[in-house]
């Protein structure tokens, strides 16, 4: 078992004629597909890193043992204080792992140093901005029982309002014009403590707190295609337009007085398991036993005469056995620099050059599904939002060339969840897909939606600006490439989105070729587990 | 000189409005310069001079002339040509008052065209106009003591269903006339009228129309069933006495009610005619005009047309008659260009003979009833109708088998239809599939209206009389030759294979309004138009039902999930197989008064407490409601909202259910449970919003907020709403179950299909995931 061996780091498989099918994800299911030889090379995500062997002493280490200039949690505790606990939502880690999940590891920490300072006024509060509200299944699952059942039923754990009037303060404004809206509980508490998992290099620093505890008026100043067309690439905190207006808003909270206390975490690569049904999805193909394969086949073929539903339940009832890799505390940018260190280490992979096309497949999850439905401009969003955008250096695919994905896109949504998608999708992608476009004729209308705002109050929807993020999201991929074309995605779905949508990668490759010429070379990035390409 | 010697006149003129009559003002008043009109009118709600001016001279007949006058001209003239009239033929003196005494006795010539053409006229209906209206008319005339030229328009069909030679006679002096007392006609008549009616009220008669209503509309509320079932009361009666008719007709060998109360008619105006002069011009079928007032010229939806246009539509795959037949159609024109050279030579005198004409072309002219089924089809080849999807409809060629064989078949075709439909109805469908059985019930009534053509104009067809025109074309001869050429009524003038293609032919797809085109490409859809009128945005009110309209769930969703949140383990499959059990006791409930049903499936809810059915609730929303909402019907209130519209929910389900739904419309109307310390008492505090409750909610909304209901929009999906479709100017029906489908596709009105999101799971039992502790915030 590959295990028990020292974990190997990522890899760039050249494809010739003796190399196996490679597996795509294709939403709750998969495909294997023979990538011509000779032009395409695989990019394989390094093994998972081991874990730390006493989580819980480590995160007891690292609260003790701040970085940078934070004194030690118990010092920073009184009674009479007001101490606010602020937590990742359900969008982390993906999928969610197995319980005990790191967040209820380290709020059970913390509380007990607060316990044992003797601090009363304890709010958790999950930091999830505009996303859905958690139910209460999630946020037992995230915090663990024990401490739903004391903060929760009399209302000293809860789910982030950002438009509750009563709830929502403006700090200041930024050097450059932008409003740092936030949580007053959280602005009027002696301490805020953050508790990331900081899954991709995106998550943590200021972005946990100035983002996750805000709202629209603080997140339209860098969620918006300007931004986001600027952040090259958004996992690459050093040259994100994204992260610098939230570091910007960071400086303005800690003006104001806020004292942060941020605990990041980071987990490895062990998303399907070393054993299990999955296992096989972390390794590489031409390893495989015949075992592996026929269990590959079984299940690929059990998948494809599935109902969806099924298919649904059977995937998002999955939890990845994710292990801790590093917990550090303390100062906001002293503790992100050594987790942004801690996750390139496990994410990072060496690859030379662009190529013409860039493919991938596609999994049934992406931030905005958990428990739901993936639908398509969650597709666009993944595809060209988050995958397109982890690397560092340049992006896989040179300006220009094609991107093909692999999902079957259904024209379908949650209607609880996520409502405003619904009528984004129907209304404005009807008209244009021009993000430009699309942010100046109908941001403003959906985000201030009384009905909108009622549902993400008040059931679990997403705000209704959320889905013009996921547009802006993929906005600098849809700048930079020539085409996006989906293999077996729903043929009116995908065109609604402006993309090009064909039956098998054979097709899609054809098509492509249309755009980048003849005999293109390929790189395919196999995400996930998840890995970002470091390109030179 | 026709127009010379009609100038100066008074000419009072009965039935007017009709065809016939609308030709003939036209007529006078174009070439008869000088002529004064009294038009006897029924006045209805607007007034004979209204009635005149609306349903007489807007007609496309005065085109020629307001053309040539100018619309002031046209105007002017006619004020001082036209004498408006209110009066009636079914009322003894025919309820003129004084002042259209006066007008009536100025005149000097009375043409009488006033008739119940409708091969289908009640008998009793039939014998008041068409054999007593005459006899009333001479009757009024004689007691105002004048003796005008009366020119009482008949048919040629008084003769009877006979073969060959058909003089121009008394109908009493023809040796196939069966000698019966017209009196004893009329009384028999309005006898069979009393009995009918008495045997429509009886008990079970009524249980039975009340019966079918419910079957028509469903738990439509008392008030809408109670109209329903009067409607389909006195629609049964009518039925009895149009067959009524149609049997007593056939006994005396008249083909149907109308040429045998026209026949007994002309007897009694004989009788009763005193000191007035009687011509009688006896037409054939009337068709569209030859050449005036325009080629083609056509009012109304007549005789042939419905048959022709069933018959391009390939609905009458056959229709009875003989090939070598005839059939006896004349253009208006003729007739009224003979009525005006009648009304011009005056009465004959009682040595001339008897004073009839007949205006036929079978005589001299004949159009054998073969050679028009060949023009007709070679027509209808050439210029096909379309269907639905744009596709041209392909004619059948008949065979002409006997009447009985083709009505047979439609038999067959028609009870296999209703025996689909009935199967249909009880189905529970909705929607699209709803939707096939409105086409169901559509080509059912198609088929009954075919075999309602067979029935009576079949006779016609299979008719082999010969009409002759000796007198008329006397009556031709004498004229000048300016006359002649200018009050054309000679038949023999005609050339069917013009006529047909090229006139008559052409001007009934434009009367029946058939799509002569295949749907334009890119041109806006019936459901966008009416999409659009809709959405326009000077609507006032959009109310909306929610069951069905807004959300695939029901009150008994919402009680098995709330009602399930807080069981566990047996007690959850008890309360499961519970209300599986009572199921089909609580859908019958439903089907048969929706009020009812709520009261006693709202009782469920005593004891419950209001705090914890609170929580629950806000939870059921996220979870029951909106994820099974129709997030297009969502949209659509919101667009509403946009447009600057009110919006109103007017739903049976509880407050605390469409609580969360507020922040969509203005106003909610929803059903409230009492409260006794803390807990639900399960009695509803006030009449639940269904049937007609729900349409006087509507009503008072409007009328608190002055908004004009014609101006207002509602959505519902059941049968049970109509009360609340009906009032608005612009109903929509979503996902209409079978009944309403049928409604909303005879009625034009617009029909949403919402759905649920797609990809959404499908459980069977809408029951609440188990929660057995507190709730978060």
């Known amino acids: ?536 | 000189m026709i127009s010379e010697s009609l100038s100066g006149r008074r000419i009072a003129i009965t039935g007017s409005t009709g065809f016939l009559g609308t030709a003939l003002v036209e007529r006078l008043l174009r070439s008869a310069p000088d002529c004064q009109l009294v038009l006897i009118v029924r006045p209805g709600r607007r007034g004979a001079a209204r009635r005149v001016e609306r349903d007489i001279l807007r007609n496309d007949a005065f085109d020629t002339l307001r053309d040539q006058l100018g619309t002031d001209g046209f105007t002017e003239m006619t004020n001082r040509r036209i004498t408006a009239v209110a009066g009636d033929v079914t009322t003894d003196g025919l309820g003129l008052d004084p002042e259209g005494r006066a007008a009536l006795a100025s005149c000097d010539t009375v043409i009488h065209s006033a008739a119940a053409v409708s091969f289908d006229s009640p008998l009793d209906q039939a014998v008041e106009v068409n054999l007593l209206g005459p006899v009333r008319l001479v009757e009024t005339l004689a007691e105002l003591g004048v003796a005008p030229h009366l020119v009482a328009v008949s048919t040629c069909y008084v003769a009877g269903s006979r073969r060959g030679a058909a003089p121009e006679e008394p109908v009493d002096s023809s040796p196939f006339f069966v000698d019966v007392d017209w009196r004893t006609e009329v009384d028999a008549a309005r006898r069979i009228r009393r009995e009918t009616e008495s045997a429509s009220r009886t008990p079970e008669r009524l249980v039975g129309f009340r019966s079918g209503a419910r079957r028509e509309l469903g738990a439509a509320g008392t008030p809408s069933l109670a109209a329903k079932t009067e409607q389909l009361r006195s629609r049964w009666v009518d039925d009895r006495m149009a067959e009524s008719g149609v049997a007593r007709a056939s006994s005396l060998g008249f083909p149907d009610a109308y040429a045998y109360t026209k026949a007994l008619g002309e007897i009694a105006t004989a009788e009763s005619k005193g000191d007035v002069p009687v011509s009688v011009v006896r037409p054939a079928i009337i068709e569209s005009a030859l050449a005036e007032p325009s080629p083609g010229w056509i009012r109304g939806f007549r005789m042939a047309e419905p048959v022709i246009i069933s018959y391009a539509r390939g609905l009458l795959k056959e229709f009875p008659g003989v090939p070598e037949g005839t059939i006896d159609v004349i253009p208006v024109d003729l007739v009224v260009a003979a009525i005006c050279a009648v009304a011009a030579r005056g009465p004959l005198r009682p040595d001339d003979g008897p004073d009839i004409v007949q205006v036929a072309s079978s005589s001299v002219n004949p159009l054998r009833y073969g050679k028009l089924v060949d023009l007709v089809r070679e027509w209808f080849t050439e210029h096909p109708i379309y269907d639905d999807l744009g596709q041209p409809i392909p004619v059948p060629q008949w065979s002409f088998p006997g009447r009985g064989r083709v009505k047979k078949q439609l038999q067959r075709a028609g009870s296999t239809l209703e025996y689909a439909q009935k199967v249909f109805d009880v189905l529970p469908v909705r929607g699209r599939q709803a939707e096939v059985g409105a086409r169901l019930e559509e080509q059912r009534e198609l088929v009954q209206r075919a075999e309602g053509y067979v029935d009576l104009y079949g006779a016609y067809a299979e008719c082999e009389a010969v009409y002759g025109m000796d007198r008329l074309l006397a009556l031709w001869e004498s004229l000048s030759s300016e006359d002649q050429n200018s009050f054309c009524f000679d038949p023999r003038i005609i050339d069917w294979d013009i006529y047909a293609p090229e006139i008559h032919l052409p001007s009934v797809v434009k009367a029946g309004r058939v799509p002569m085109k295949p749907p334009a490409r890119g041109g806006e859809s019936r459901p966008a138009r009416l999409r659009r009128q809709v959405l326009a945005p000077e609507r006032h009110l959009a109310a909306f039902d929610l069951e069905n309209t807004l959300i695939a769930s029901n009150v008994v969703a919402s009680y098995a999930w709330l009602g399930s949140r807080h069981l566990s383990g047996r007690d959850r499959v008890r309360f499961v197989a519970r209300l599986v059990a009572e199921a089909p006791a609580l859908l019958s409930l439903d089907r048969k008064d929706r009020s009812d049903f709520l009261r006693h499936f709202y009782r469920r809810y005593d004891g419950a407490s209001v705090d914890q059915i609170t929580t629950d609730a806000k939870e059921k929303f996220s979870e029951l409601i909106l994820a099974k909402s129709f997030p297009a019907a969502i949209r659509r209130v919101r667009m509403h909202r946009e447009l600057g519209h009110r919006t109103l929910l007017i739903t049976g389900a509880l407050d605390f259910v469409v609580e969360p739904f507020r922040p969509l419309f203005d106003d909610i109307v929803c059903a409230e449970l009492g409260v006794v310390d803390g807990s639900y008492d399960g009695q509803l505090t006030s009449v639940p919003p269904t049937g007609e409750a729900r349409y006087q909610a509507l009503v008072d909304h409007a009328e608190a907020h002055e908004l004009d209901l014609r101006e207002s929009v509602a959505y519902a999906d059941s049968a049970s709403d109509l009360p609340m479709l009906e009032a608005v100017g612009f109903p929509v029906a979503v996902n209409p179950e079978t009944r309403l489908a049928g409604i909303a596709r005879k009625r034009g009105w617009l029909v949403e299909d919402f759905q649920k999101s797609p990809g959404m799971n499908r459980s069977a039992l809408p029951l609440a995931p188990r929660r057995t502790v507190g709730t978060s915030r």
């Open chain 1, 1 to 536: 078992m590959t295990g028990h061996l020292a974990p190997r780091p990522g890899f760039v498989l050249d494809v010739d004629r003796n190399s196996p099918p490679i597996v795509f994800h294709h939403g709750e299911g998969f495909r294997l597909e023979k990538l011509p030889a000779g032009r395409s090379r695989v990019i394989y995500p390094a093994e998972p890193l081991e874990g730390l062997p006493d989580p819980d002493g480590a995160i007891r280490h690292a609260l003790l043992h701040p970085i940078g200039d934070s004194e030690p949690l118990p010092a920073l505790l009184n009674p009479g204080m007001k101490l606010t606990i602020a937590f990742d939502d359900i969008s982390l880690p993906l999928p969610p792992m197995r319980r005990p999940d790191i967040r209820q590891r380290v709020i059970e920490a913390v509380l007990d140093l607060a316990a044992e300072a003797g601090v009363d006024d304890v709010h958790l509060i999950a930091a999830l901005a505009i996303h859905r509200r958690m139910t209460e299944d999630e946020l037992r699952h995230a915090v663990g029982d024990r401490v739903y059942d004391a903060f929760a039923p009399d209302g000293r754990l809860y789910n982030h309002d950002a438009e509750d009037p009563e709830g929502m303060v403006v700090l200041g404004e930024t050097p450059h014009g932008e409003d740092v809206q936030f949580s007053r509980r959280a602005a009027e508490s002696d301490l805020v403590v953050y508790v990331n998992i900081n899954l991709v290099a995106m998550d943590g620093g200021h972005k946990s707190t100035a983002t996750g505890l805000s709202g629209y008026t603080g997140l339209r100043h860098h969620h918006n295609v300007h931004t986001m067309r600027n952040s090259r690439s958004f996992m690459d905190r050093e040259n994100s337009a994204l992260h610098a207006s939230n570091w910007r808003m960071g400086k303005v909270i800690q003006d104001a007085g806020v004292k942060i206390f941020q605990i990041e975490t980071t987990v490895n690569n062990d998303t399907f398991g070393r054993s299990g049904p999955l296992a096989l999805l972390q390794k590489r193909e031409w390893e495989w036993s015949t075992r592996d394969r026929m269990q590959f086949l079984g299940m690929k073929s059990g998948l494809e005469v599935m109902p969806t539903n099924a298919k649904r339940k059977i995937f998002s009832s999955w939890q990845a056995p994710y292990a801790l890799t590093s917990v550090q505390a303390g100062e906001i940018e002293a503790v992100h620099e050594v987790t942004t260190v801690n996750v390139y280490k496990q994410h990072l992979v060496s690859v030379e050059g662009q190529t013409d096309v860039l493919t991938m497949g596609l999994p049934y999850i992406c931030p905005y599904n958990v428990n739901s439905i993936m639908n398509p401009i969650l597709v666009m969003c993944l595809g060209l939002g988050y995958f397109f955008n982890l690397y560092r250096g340049r992006p896989l695919v040179r300006e220009g060339g094609v991107l093909i994905m692999s999902h079957p896109t259904p024209w379908e949504f949650n209607p609880v969840h996520h409502p405003s998608y619904i009528d984004f999708f129907e209304q404005v992608l009807a008209d244009t897909t021009d993000p430009i476009e699309i942010e100046r004729k109908y941001e403003k209308q959906f985000a201030e939606d009384e009905w909108y705002i009622h549902l993400y109050r008040n059931s679990y929807a997403y705000h209704g600006v959320h889905p013009f993020y996921m547009w802006y999201w993929g906005s600098h991929a849809l700048e930079h490439l020539g085409r996006v074309i989906i293999v077996g995605g729903n043929p009116a779905a995908v065109r609604r989105m402006g993309f090009q949508s064909a039956s098998t990668l054979q097709d899609a490759l054809e098509m492509a070729s249309d755009v980048v010429g003849p005999e293109p070379t390929i790189t395919h990035i196999k995400n996930p587990p998840i890995l970002m390409a470091d390109v030179t």
